[in-house]
């Protein structure tokens, strides 16, 4: 031995790429990964029970009447037209909520600055979603499921997210 060890850097990755910690930890701690990926799971779940509503009773516009909205004078063709609308939010709703499992199980959990990044756009959507819903029928709720708990997760990672690593 010559006294200098060599780091042992996995097939496949860079030489100084960031690494997860050697005992095995990742850099964002679980709790935070987990926030953000239970929030995404609450998206998908949100998105597929919404969408049940709608294509239960398409053409009676239940989507529409469970918002609030008053259908008596709506057209067939407009509560048809209110409910294909619902349901295209739905799938984006759907996509972004898988995203948000897909990165914070990966990129996000080992502490990718880009992820944490992505994380805080899935946070702001959340969050914008909230507050457009209260002021659209007063659904203070939505924020408590589509923007807190990534809140929580975005917050908790971003000390370690936004750490720039040391130049030694």
Known sequence: MTGVEQEHVPAGVPAGAPQATPAGRSPIPRLAVAL?????????????????VVVTCFSCGSAVVAAGIDTS??????????AW?????NLYVATVGLLAVSIGLTA???GERWAWFA???FVLAGLLTAV??????????????LGLLPLLG???AARGALRRPSAG
Do not use: N, P, Q
């Not at 457009?132 to 499921?145: I, K, R, S, V």
């Open 36 to 52: 953000v990926v239970l929030g995404g799971i609450i998206w998908v779940l949100s998105a597929i029970a919404y969408s049940v």
């Open 73 to 82: 004078d709506y057209s067939t063709g407009a509560i048809h037209t209110l």
């Open 85 to 89: 609308d619902a349901l295209y939010a």
């Open 108 to 110: 996000f959990r080992r």
């Open 119 to 121: 994380m805080v756009v």
């Open 132 to 145: 457009l819903d209260e002021l659209a029928w007063g659904g203070w709720y939505t924020f408590l499921f």
């Open 154 to 156: 975005v917050v908790l």
